[in-house]
């Protein structure tokens, strides 16, 4: 870990103290969040991404602060370290569709598509391919098996619609982004929206986006997405085959693929309730999306269904 | 740069937070805000400002840096190395706050460090041209057309009020003076001839990092009467002589001078950065043509004109007064010069 007389001097604090030790320091210029990276090319992507998308949104984002010598990244026995702002209080959203779609617009169309790092493509394993083939049944099948037989049978179903759209749409360039979890990524400073990207592996695709619409669908109805899409799809065009591949993406039974790898070693009943739970939540939570996503796609021709 | 995305923006909020200031007070002095924190004074510019012309001015900025002209305001990069904030067509920079002195601790006069330390601008940044004559003659032909323009204007002015049976102390004072600056024009023209003919003889022209601006608000004074430059939005490569003609004509509108005083700072400018013939040539076109009379006139003749008459009139002879002063400015640096040959 790196001592404070250290990050003092690096970065040129006069005081400060650990919040939270080796993680969080409290300082004159701010609280400020220690970030570790154990790859020294993914560092330097997050550095170039964070750069272009405070850049070309003019957004707040969590960018590296540089050392007083200017360098934005400093070595440590573990790997690389950069130092952040940290930014707590969450943006609300509410009313804010024309902004926050331009935003996310400009944030999937950045073009950062030359990586020089590992990427997280999630169609590149088989996985969900090989757990949607064979089927889960025995000849002394339990419950558990019966359902998840079930849900196997709906998914591949799902499967192979996602994958007839999204090869009618091509295989063009598909986005890749900082991945997006979660719209509490958000935050707002001095009255301003902050976007506190995650570390991640780059991601390929659509299933940030994914993330994006489904949440903002939950949070805020069905009218308020349509106005986001309609913003989004002035940056970043959606009625092309960047609306297909999406669509596409939210058909995928990823939550399938979850529920078996989670679920694998789990024999506990109460735990089992737990992720079965999750599984017809975000089932629930794909199937309205998919139906709203047709709906302001206008392919109703196409009968999607979950 | 695509515009900026307004999330209902604080923009100086915003700005201050990417420097890591807290401002406990912000004052308006002039277009800069002053912003007082815990760690320092600084000085937050907003300007507007297109990407290309900030990327210049960074550039300007590092340039002067590493060739060690100290005599400029520094820049400083945000906490994330940013010298140049956007947001849409605002452009935002920082810079610590310098207090400028009217009283020095011994005597100075401010425009004589402004010219020495222009020269010394002029002269770490100096870099001969390829030499090109279609450059030469297009820059030459730009600058006639627009005198030729400028000059057909007023004429066309001076015919429209003299058909008038009363005139007013404006264009009256205007009609006095016309023919004089009609002879300035035409001296005008001539350095500019001198000018060209030097240079395609010489077949060489140089350029330097020019100001743009300089002028008496775009410096700062400590109390010892060391003057350092800011604002160099508008820095441009070009000839000296622009420079130097751009803030003579400053010290010309500033105060009272007489072509002694110009001598002496042409001098004063002469001794760390020598101008050639040509160049003294090029300075001195620059200087007679008088635009700014022609300037008062435009404004007297705008619709949205708010001056008084008085105020105008007024203008006007001090702009003649400064034309006659440049006039003898002008025939003293060529005598002398024809009696040094």
């Known amino acids: 870990m790196l001592s404070l007389e250290y990050l003092q001097e690096c970065y040129g604090f006069n005081h400060s103290k650990w919040k939270i030790n080796g993680e969080i320091l409290d300082t004159e210029k701010g609280v400020k969040r220690l970030t570790n990276w154990t790859e020294e090319k993914r560092v330097r992507w997050h550095v170039q991404w964070r750069d272009q998308l405070a850049e070309k949104t003019g957004c707040l984002t969590n960018r590296m602060i540089q050392t007083i010598h200017g360098e934005r990244i400093i070595l440590s026995d573990a790997g690389w370290v950069t130092l952040h702002d940290e930014v707590t209080s969450l943006f609300s959203y509410k009313n804010r569709e024309n902004e926050i779609g331009a935003f996310f617009g400009r944030y999937f169309s950045l073009g950062m598509q030359d990586v020089d790092t590992e990427i997280n493509d999630p169609y590149a394993n088989n996985k969900l391919k090989i757990y949607l083939q064979q089927s889960f049944l025995t000849k002394n099948s339990t419950e558990e098996m019966r359902f998840l037989e079930g849900i196997r049978r709906e998914s591949r179903l799902r499967y192979n619609k996602a994958k007839e759209i999204k090869e009618k749409a091509g295989g063009k360039q598909e986005p890749i982004v900082a991945p997006i979890r979660s719209l509490d990524q958000g935050k707002v400073v001095y009255g301003q929206f902050y976007w506190t990207n995650l570390k991640g592996r780059p991601e390929k695709g659509y299933g940030s986006l994914r993330n994006v619409l489904t949440e903002w669908l939950q949070r805020y109805g069905q009218t308020s997405l349509f106005s986001l899409l309609n913003e989004i799809d002035k940056e970043f065009s959606l009625k092309g085959y960047h609306g297909k591949n999406l669509l596409a993406e939210c058909l995928t039974p990823w939550e399938f693929l979850e529920y078996v790898m989670k679920t694998r070693d789990v024999h506990e009943k109460d735990e089992l309730l737990v992720w079965k739970e999750k599984l017809t939540y975000q089932w629930e939570a794909s199937r309205l999306l998919v139906k709203a996503l047709g709906e302001w796609l206008d392919v109703a021709q196409e009968k999607v269904t979950v | ?341």
């Not at chain 2, 004429?155 to 009609?182: C, K, M, W």
């Not at chain 2, 060489?204 to 700062?220: A, I």
């Not at chain 2, 042409?266 to 043509?289: G, P, Q, T």
């Open chain 2, 1 to 341: 740069m695509s515009t900026n995305i307004h999330i209902r923006q604080k923009p100086i909020g915003a700005v201050l937070f990417q420097y890591d200031l807290y401002p406990e007070k912000i004052e308006t002095v002039g277009k800069v805000k002053k912003v007082h924190t815990a760690n320092g004074i600084y000085a937050l510019k907003e300007t507007e400002m297109g990407k290309d012309e900030s990327e210049w001015l960074i550039h300007v900025i590092k340039r002067l840096e590493r060739i060690g002209f100290h005599y400029v305001v520094p820049i400083l990069p945000s906490k994330y190395g940013d010298y140049v904030l956007r947001y849409g067509d605002l452009a935002y920079y920082l810079m610590p706050w310098y207090e400028d002195h009217t009283k020095f601790r011994h005597p100075v006069h401010p425009e004589e460090v402004m010219v020495e330390e222009l020269a010394k601008l002029h002269g770490l940044t100096e870099r001969t041209q390829e030499y090109s004559e279609k450059i030469l003659e297009e820059s030459y032909e730009t600058l006639k057309k627009r005198w030729t323009y400028r000059r057909l204007e007023m004429e066309r002015y001076a015919d429209q009020i003299e058909g008038n049976v009363y005139l007013s102390p404006f264009q009256l004072t205007f009609l006095t003076h016309f023919q004089r600056s009609l002879h300035m024009v035409e001296q005008a023209e001539r350095h500019l001839s001198e000018w060209i003919n030097g240079a395609k003889e010489k077949k060489s022209f140089r350029s330097v990092l020019c100001h743009g601006k300089p002028s008496r608000t775009h410096t700062c004074f400590d109390q010892y009467g060391t003057a350092y430059f800011l604002n160099f939005e508008k820095a441009v490569l070009d000839t000296p002589s622009r420079d130097l003609a751009l803030m003579f004509r400053h010290f010309f509108q500033s105060r009272p001078w007489d072509e002694q005083e110009g001598q002496h700072w042409l001098h004063l400018y002469e001794r760390h950065f020598a101008l050639f013939d040509e160049e003294r040539h090029l300075f001195m076109s620059y200087l007679a043509f008088p635009e700014s009379l022609y300037q008062s006139v435009d404004a007297y003749t705008r619709e949205d004109n708010k001056i008084t008459e008085l105020q105008a009139v007024t203008q006007l002879e001090k702009k003649v007064l400064t034309m006659n002063r440049i006039n003898r400015f002008m025939n003293s640096v060529f005598k002398k010069e024809s009696e040094e040959e």
